[in-house]
């Protein structure tokens, strides 16, 4: 299935979530697209004999980790999800036409008998090994079904999604064969298992949901780095090849990353104090990293997509008629062409009218029409809803009250703030008041996770499952479910979508679950990016991934 952008995992203050189910490992594809087609990855990929031995590479976060524990919604950001692929199991390499296939480093084979139920086996890399040197067997992968499928309410997870739906996980022939018995079925099984947990790291709630909090615990990992330094001061994490590594040698003797904010980033690539900068999303940066030389941005299709995520349990929000009619008054396109203006980027292009999907797939259908951008429909609807316009008043008013409504923006963060004014422009227009909350970033995630705001624009990144992590976002009390909207249609039809084998039914399915999450407005798409990265020139295995997974032992620079 072909897939230019996936829709979930949020990264933290600069501005980007993520999704648990995300597939990392190592593809080593590059490929430019043709045309104006945009490249599927652009990571100058070379075989290893053509890299040298040493360097290091500086790399930036936009938030310092929260928490190690990626399981946990705090956890589960962009910029921890990168430390997080080179440094524990990632069991399936992932291309950049999103084919996916075993890692061998960890998964040295795979049978799958679809039943139903459905069964997985896993054969193991006997040779794989957590940094405390003990084997990766069955017993970490019981460990971590039994930790996020749900049924311990004490375990603080970001998602259930496909752990909920096993019937059993257990060993096989031996330690090194994992059998998964489905209670149905579950086409995205290969997300469930992407990576896997140190047994003793999950072993109870107390230990999985406070002792990475404020370290990382390098004895639970597996993979060719190590965590090897956290400087909580200096914000900066430091990894440092793992000396238990099974795999090719690592070629890079270190990787830093350090956190800081977007208006700092781009005089720091320019000076030459950091060595890479991910996910550029305007022109002042894009221009700034051009200065320096030996440099070069690369450029890839991108897996975030921005949009506003609206408390429907806040304020006048609880309407959902005031909800439908901010979205139709809400001119998208305008305002990503604002936050895109001067990047080499096809606005058109970018415009989505669907949460899962992208109009380069072929199960994408534009499920906004009734949501489209229209002032009148906006007004018209207000009106039925009570909401009046007065004479000599700019906002609307009922029994007495103003109608207005927060937005949380992210002060520093060149896109919130863009996005909020331009909202609350277009809000003033049909009579709604918007009033911009300032949100520092180290407020940012307390403000999401405890929802204390009334409306916030961020953006999710995707994973190469689009089908998947539904409950995730859109389930009732599910944590990363920031609306708080319990929608009975999508409450109906997951458990359809999670267990359909059938790729053309499951995207009916799922697009039935789109048009339900665009009426209650609970998320509202704004636009998604293309990945620019700028790196040094002679760096390979790096830059804008797309669809593909890095490999962290071939990132290298040439000889």
């Known amino acids: 299935m072909k897939r230019v952008t996936r829709v979930l995992a949020a990264a933290a203050a600069a501005g980007a979530l993520v999704l648990t189910g995300c597939a990392s490992g190592g593809g080593?594809?590059?490929g430019k697209g043709s045309g104006d087609a945009p490249a599927a990855?652009?990571?100058n990929a070379m075989d290893r004999s053509k890299l040298k031995e040493g360097g290091k590479l500086r790399l930036e976060i936009g938030t310092f980790p929260a928490n190690f524990n990626y399981h946990q919604a705090t956890g589960n950001t962009a910029d921890y999800g990168t430390i997080h692929n080179f440094t524990m199991p990632t069991?399936?390499?992932n291309s950049a036409d999103n084919k996916r296939t075993p890692n061998p480093n960890f998964i040295k084979d795979v049978k799958v008998e679809?039943?139903?139920?459905?069964?997985v086996t896993l054969t193991l890399n006997p040779d794989a090994k957590w940094g405390n040197g003990d084997p990766i067997t069955a017993k970490d992968y019981i460990a971590t079904w039994k930790a996020l499928n749900g049924e311990n309410e004490g375990y603080e997870i970001a998602s259930t999604d496909g752990y909920r739906e096993v019937k059993e996980v257990k060993q096989g022939k031996d330690e090194f064969e994992v059998v998964t018995t489905f209670k149905s079925t579950y086409p995205d099984w290969q997300s469930m298992w992407s990576t896997v947990e140190n047994a003793e790291a999950v072993k109870d709630p107390e230990t999985f949901n406070t002792a990475r909090q404020k370290e990382p615990h390098p004895e639970w990992a597996a993979g060719p780095f190590k965590i090897s330094k956290v400087d909580q001061a200096q914000k900066m994490i430091t990894l440092a090849p793992n000396e238990n590594w099974w795999g090719d040698k690592p070629l890079l003797d270190e990787m830093t990353f350090k956190a800081m904010t977007p208006d700092l980033r781009g005089n720091a690539f320019a000076n030459n104090e950091i060595d890479v900068v991910t996910s550029i999303v305007t022109k002042d940066e894009f221009d700034k990293v051009q200065k320096r030389s030996g440099a070069q941005v690369r450029a890839a299709s991108g897996l975030q997509w921005r949009h506003i995520t609206f408390n429907n349990n806040a304020g006048n929000l609880k309407d959902k008629n005031v909800r439908q009619a901010i979205v139709k008054g809400t001119n998208r396109k305008a305002i990503a062409a604002s936050d895109l203006a001067g990047l080499p980027v096809d606005v058109d292009k970018l415009m989505v009218g669907n949460h899962f999907f992208v109009p380069t797939d072929s199960e994408y259908a534009d499920n906004s029409t009734d949501f489209k951008y229209d002032p009148k429909a906006a007004e018209k609807q207000l009106d039925e809803a009570g909401w009046k316009k007065e004479n000599g008043k700019d906002y609307r008013m009922k029994d007495g009250k103003e109608l207005e409504i927060k937005y949380s923006m992210l002060v520093g963060i060149p896109t919130s703030e863009n996005e909020g004014k331009l909202f609350q422009d277009d809000m003033k227009k049909i009579g709604v008041k918007v009033n911009l909350v300032n949100t520092s970033q180290e407020e940012w995630q307390n403000v999401l996770q405890n929802r204390q705001f009334e409306s916030v624009s961020f953006a999710w990144e995707s994973t190469v499952f689009p089908m998947n992590n539904i409950t995730q976002l859109y389930g009732?009390?599910?944590?990363?479910?920031y609306s708080d909207a319990c929608n009975?249609?999508?409450k109906e039809l997951t458990p359809k979508a999670d267990t359909e084998l059938d790729?053309?039914?499951?995207?009916?399915?799922?697009?039935?679950?789109?048009?339900a999450i665009w009426d209650e407005v609970m998320v509202m798409p704004l636009y998604r990016r293309m990945d620019f990265t700028a790196v040094p020139s002679d760096l390979a295995n790096f830059g804008s991934f797309g669809l593909?997974?890095?490999r962290a032992e071939n990132i290298g620079f040439v000889k």
């Open 28 to 30: 080593s594809g590059s």
């Open 41 to 43: 990855s652009d990571i």
């Open 91 to 93: 069991n399936f390499d």
């Open 114 to 119: 679809d039943g139903p139920p459905q069964v």
């Open 476 to 481: 009732c009390e599910a944590p990363q479910n």
């Open 488 to 490: 009975e249609t999508i």
């Open 503 to 515: 790729q053309k039914k499951r995207a009916e399915i799922v697009n039935k679950i789109d048009k």
């Open 548 to 550: 593909a997974s890095p």
